[in-house]
């Protein structure tokens, strides 16, 4: 069940050449992929909630504003050149922005964690 914790290469040979791959989405894969969103999502909006309440004299606010700016630069870029002229369309466009992020993130962060598992499990075998 949990073999990616005690095995992450195996597991991810195993994904790699399709073994693990199953027909369809599983219902405790969909389980996973809301979770996953989710945290992508309080993620999002953890970063905006830093630039609301950080001064903006402060280092972690140019940190995070650097970081915002530069992993939206795409939307940034499409939204300059598409303009939306009404404000609802901006909302909507605002909308569909932080979903995209979100989903951008739902992906991201298994795989960070997944690197992050397989250096723990380096280091361990080094000492």
């Known amino acids: 069940m949990r073999d990616w914790l005690t095995n992450p290469m195996a597991w991810?040979?195993?994904a790699c050449t399709g073994q693990?791959?199953?027909?369809?989405?599983r219902p405790r894969?969909?389980?996973?992929w809301r979770v996953a969103f989710g945290l992508g999502m309080a993620f999002e909006l953890g970063m905006v909630a830093?630039?609301?309440?950080?001064?903006?004299?402060?280092w972690l606010f140019a940190k995070v504003?650097?970081?915002m700016q530069f992993s939206h630069l795409p939307f940034i870029w499409l939204l300059s050149?598409?303009?939306p002229e009404s404000v609802v369309g901006g909302i909507l466009a605002l909308l569909?922005?932080?979903?995209?992020m979100a989903l951008v993130n739902a992906e991201a962060?298994?795989?960070?964690?997944?690197?992050?598992?397989?250096?723990v499990a380096e280091a361990g075998r080094q000492v």
């Open 50 to 58: 830093l630039l609301a309440l950080l001064p903006n004299e402060s």
């Open 65 to 67: 504003f650097n970081f």
């Open 109 to 119: 962060i298994p795989g960070q964690a997944m690197a992050v598992l397989e250096m």
């Open 81 to 83: 050149v598409v303009e």
């Open 20 to 25: 693990a791959a199953s027909p369809g989405l």
């Open 29 to 32: 894969a969909t389980r996973r």
């Open 12 to 14: 991810l040979a195993k």
């Open 96 to 100: 569909l922005v932080v979903t995209a």
